[in-house]
């Protein structure tokens, strides 16, 4: 361990690779992801303050050595700051040529604003005084002075920053200026006064100022927001964080300095601009913190044309090394430009999506990586919620601010985060999150929040970061909105808004509105998202088909891309109104001719729902499952019932005319017997009761009834010139004897029609796998079935022994929080228990008859993991709803890009 080297330069970049596997994965694990990209880009020749980095190995060695720097550690430090002072010529606490540093920290995920960073170490009274002699700008000086003393109080020391805020805004006060910069000279020196009455503790030394700030920085790790940060954003507690000690460049020297933050692309809509924040005469946190109004990076190119361009190239030569987009923050002093940082940066959905597909057309990297570089989960956004155009035009806008997050987000307004989460949790209200601005110790709210307005902030503030980063939809910036705190209200262009009065904002045009608009999901015609999935599709070997019980849902399915229809329920389409009684006329019938003229009367309105779906998936293979609920769910529950039939008998106890008792006899008379049905059908576990293929041996004129109008709406189809592939799918099939029989008799019945109509069909009969012993015998019911689709919801059940409804109401979310269960198995397919069902039964399948074909349908077919868990059992296609089609379209094509390695 006492050879472990704990320091790197940045011009020591070899050396870290040499000490770790050479990995730039290690080589970031080590240095921070700070630390790796100064070292990076001071090797690439791009001007970088000179400095060093403290590891990562030093910073988990200080903590678990109770806060003692390890052996050599500080020895190490000193030697790498006398290198840098040759480097700049400077000498670190020397008044007649001061050096000064700043000290960041660096983890190897960027955590934007949670770690802490201190500027300008390094001054005291008399280093004050000699870079006065030095540079002549007192006002300068004293800035930088009150500012170190500001960051060393709140982070070093531990004071709350309003403290210091409040001398500033007296200071201000009493100047009658608005900003910092208009302070004079006698002011900043009166407040640095002050700060040195606050922050009593600070060290004039500054070799200890450096010293207590690195350690800050270290013990920030386990700081607080640092964990809640972590546990939000899945990063591990046990990386530890690097410290980076960097000459300090002014972007506050005047009006030739300048500082500010840059994305190389459009982070909100992925267009090839460079495009950020920036200050004139200022230093970096003034950007991020969104203390005053910032510039466009548009108008740098005008004010600073050769720096811009500088910068510009810069910008796309690391493009370029990374091959991702960067998020850099760069300072001017004097006209000289130094980059301070680069990394890949955050970006929307949208903007992923867009960059990805350009940068392939670029011959930046190739189709596969584009594929690989969206998340499923990402194209979720494009079927998002926006507000609708009408909806839009009667609302009362009341401000634009910034479009920082896009999607749409309605809920009523909390000014702080915890009452947003309180509200949010248990109140199970919709909230928007409305802030001046938001700091780490808000992202509780923000999370639990459906969006967040502040009236300050850029578009790389701490609010815009966090929301991109969460899918939140946000709009920053809005100057017009003035918050008062006190009141608990705010007002916009004379219009006062209260907590708890509804907002609507959009986050992707930055509009905010009073009250709740409508939202509409907009149609996928993102030229770039079709493309990226274009290619997706040529990498992806699972098919995907959608649930749709209507043809516009068809419609819509194959628009998305759908390869056609894994689930119809027909079951659907007799709950309509006009419908029901027929239902429940076949339900209550008395004798076989009674039932049989009930569904005659349904034969032709079922007829019609498969017409227009054969229609809308022309080509494509349909799957129709018959009739699946126990048939008590089409008649009137049974309290409600009893309720009527006694409000009846009293109304006829009290009928005065001959008409009146004869209407209300036989209401009664029909009720008793619907009564005396329900009753008959009342199961004790419906669930596990006469529903599914057990429905079709009990009642098989009413499953003929189905099959008769599929073939007959297929054949009808077909006569017009559509291609139809119909495919029967019987549900909950346990015992492959309840399959052969239904099947012979649908299928006898599917000749007869195509007989009868001299038009032959492809068609297919299959089943549904959803209870534990299909699957264990699926060898035998493969015999009688030419498709299997895994009912993966009833499967979960099944397997499980529990019923959705009553776990995600009662013991479910216990086990997740107590790590019983990992994932919900109704969201996340549970690969040891029912994927391994799953499996065994397709392998089954398959050995019996090779062409069978096997699928999912059911909520796990939109599951990206779960679509990679029925890639590799070698399914041929997952099912989902029309929504989900193009995410598993994604995720399809990532699942066997993984597997190919
Ligand atoms: P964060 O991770 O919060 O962005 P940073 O360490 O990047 O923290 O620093 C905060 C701000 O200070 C940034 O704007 C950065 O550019 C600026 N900064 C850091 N070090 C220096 C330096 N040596 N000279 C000038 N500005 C600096
Ligand atoms: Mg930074
Ligand atoms: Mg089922």
Redesign the pocket.
Do not use: A, D, I, Y
């Given at each position: 361990m006492s050879n472990t080297k704990w320091v790197y330069r940045f011009d020591e970049l070899d050396a870290a690779e040499a000490y770790v596997d050479d990995s730039w994965e290690s080589v970031r694990s080590l240095l921070g992801g700070?630390g790796a990209n100064l070292a990076d880009m001071t090797r690439l020749g791009i001007p970088v303050?000179p400095?060093f980095t403290v590891t990562t190995e030093a910073c988990l060695a200080y903590l678990a050595a109770d806060e003692q720097f390890p052996e050599g550690a500080w020895k190490e430090i000193e030697a790498a700051l006398a290198a840098v002072e040759s480097a700049t010529g400077k000498r670190f606490g020397d008044a007649a040529n001061p050096l000064l540093?700043?000290c960041?920290?660096?983890a190897k995920f960027?955590m934007?604003?949670m770690?802490d960073?201190v500027?300008n170490i390094g001054l005291n009274d008399e280093v004050a005084e000699g870079m006065v002699a030095l540079t002549g700008d007192e006002h300068f000086v004293y800035d930088s002075y009150r500012r170190l003393i500001q960051m060393f109080g709140s982070v070093v020391l531990g004071l709350r920053d309003e403290l210091f805020e409040h001398v500033l805004e007296r200071a201000r006060l009493r100047r009658g200026v608005e900003s910092d910069t208009d302070l004079t000279v006698d002011d900043l020196r009166g407040v640095v006064e002050e700060f040195r009455g606050i922050a009593v503790r600070f060290p004039t030394e500054p070799i200890e100022q450096l010293r207590l700030a690195t350690e800050a920085v270290f013990k920030s790790w386990n700081g607080k927001r640092a964990i809640d940060y972590r546990n939000a954003a899945g990063i591990a507690h046990d990386l530890g964080t690097a410290v980076?000690i960097?000459?300090?460049?002014?972007?506050n020297m005047g009006d030739d300095s300048a500082?500010g933050?840059a994305m190389s692309r459009n982070a909100t809509t992925g267009e090839n601009e460079i495009e950020g924040d920036f200050l004139v005469n200022a230093?970096?946190?003034d950007?991020?913190a969104g203390i005053r109004p910032t510039k466009r990076m548009a108008d740098m190119a005008a004010e600073m044309p050769e720096l811009y361009e500088q910068f510009a190239g810069i910008a796309r030569s690391l493009e370029a090394h990374h091959r991702n987009m960067q998020d850099m923050?760069f300072?001017v002093e004097r006209n000289k430009l130094?980059l301070?940082?680069t990394r890949d940066g955050k970006r929307t959905a949208q903007a992923a999506v867009r960059i990805a597909v350009e940068m392939a057309e670029e011959g930046l990297i190739d189709r596969t990586e584009a594929v690989m570089r969206v998340q499923p989960d990402q194209v979720d956004f494009f079927l998002h919620p926006q507000f609708s155009p009408e909806a839009k035009k009667a609302a009362r806008l009341l401000a634009t601010g910034l479009n920082v997050s896009p999607g749409a987000a309605v809920g009523v307004v909390a000014f702080d985060a915890d009452l947003a989460e309180e509200w949010a949790k248990e109140q199970n209200r919709e909230v928007i999150m409305v802030r001046p601005e938001t700091k780490p110790d808000d992202v509780h709210g923000m999370l639990a929040a459906k969006g967040i307005l502040t009236s300050r902030g850029g578009r790389t503030s701490h609010a815009a970061l966090v929301a991109r980063q969460f899918g939140k939809p946000a709009v920053v910036g809005v100057s017009e909105l003035q918050i008062d705190l006190q009141k608990r209200a705010m007002t916009v262009n004379e219009i006062e808004v209260e907590e708890g009065d509804w907002i609507s904002i959009d986050g992707t045009t930055g509009e905010v509105y009073l009250g709740q608009l409508d939202s509409i999901v907009p149609d996928i015609d993102d030229p770039w998202l079709t493309k990226l999935l274009e290619w997706a599709d040529e990498l992806r070997r699972l098919d995907v088909r959608a649930n749709a019980d209507y043809p516009e849902d068809a419609e819509r399915a194959r628009a998305y891309g759908a390869q056609g229809i894994g689930l119809t329920r027909t079951e659907h389409m007799f709950f309509e109104s006009e419908r029901l009684p027929i239902v429940q006329k076949m339900i209550m019938a008395e004798s076989p001719a009674e039932r049989r003229e009930a569904l005659e009367a349904l034969l032709p309105l079922q007829r019609s729902d498969f017409d227009g779906l054969f229609r809308a998936m022309d080509g494509l293979p349909v799957i129709i499952r018959l009739i699946d609920p126990p048939l008590h769910e089409f008649l009137p529950e049974q309290q409600a019932l009893t309720r009527l039939l006694a409000d009846h008998k009293i109304r006829l106890s009290h009928a005065g005319t001959i008409d009146e008792i004869d209407e209300l006899l036989a209401k009664v008379e029909e009720e008793e017997h619907m009564l005396a049905r329900v009753e008959a059908l009342h199961e004790a576990n419906p669930m596990l009761g006469t529903r599914g293929v057990r429905l079709g041996i009990m009642l098989p004129d009413l499953t003929r009834m189905q099959v008769r109008a599929i073939f007959e709406a297929a054949c009808a189809v077909a006569r017009d010139g559509v291609d139809v592939h119909p495919e029967v799918m019987i549900p909950l099939t346990s015992h492959v004897n309840e399959l052969s029989r239904q099947r012979a008799a649908l299928e006898s019945e599917a000749k007869a029609v195509m007989e009868a109509e001299g038009i032959e069909v492809s068609y297919l009969f299959g089943t549904m796998i959803e209870i534990p012993r299909a699957a264990l015998t699926a060898d035998e019911i493969a015999e009688y079935a030419a498709f299997f689709s895994f009912g993966t919801n009833d499967l979960t059940q099944t397997t499980f022994g529990i019923s959705r409804d009553d776990a995600e109401a009662g013991f479910l979310l216990a086990y997740l929080e107590e790590g019983i269960l990992d994932d919900n198995p109704f969201a996340t397919l549970d690969r040891n228990g029912v994927g391994k069902l799953m499996g065994q039964a397709a392998e089954a399948g398959r050995r019996v008859r090779p062409d069978i074909e096997i699928g999912i349908c059911g909520e796990h077919g939109g599951d990206p993991r779960s679509i990679a868990l029925c890639h590799e059992l070698g399914l041929d296609y997952v099912s989902c709803s029309p929504f989900r089609v193009p995410i598993a379209r994604l995720a399809a094509a990532h699942a066997a890009v993984t597997e190919e390695g």
């Open positions: 700070k303050p400095g540093v700043s960041r920290s660096g960027s934007p604003g770690m960073t500027l980076n960097q000459t300090m460049v002014f972007g500082t933050v230093q970096g946190e950007v991020v923050e300072t130094w301070l940082q």
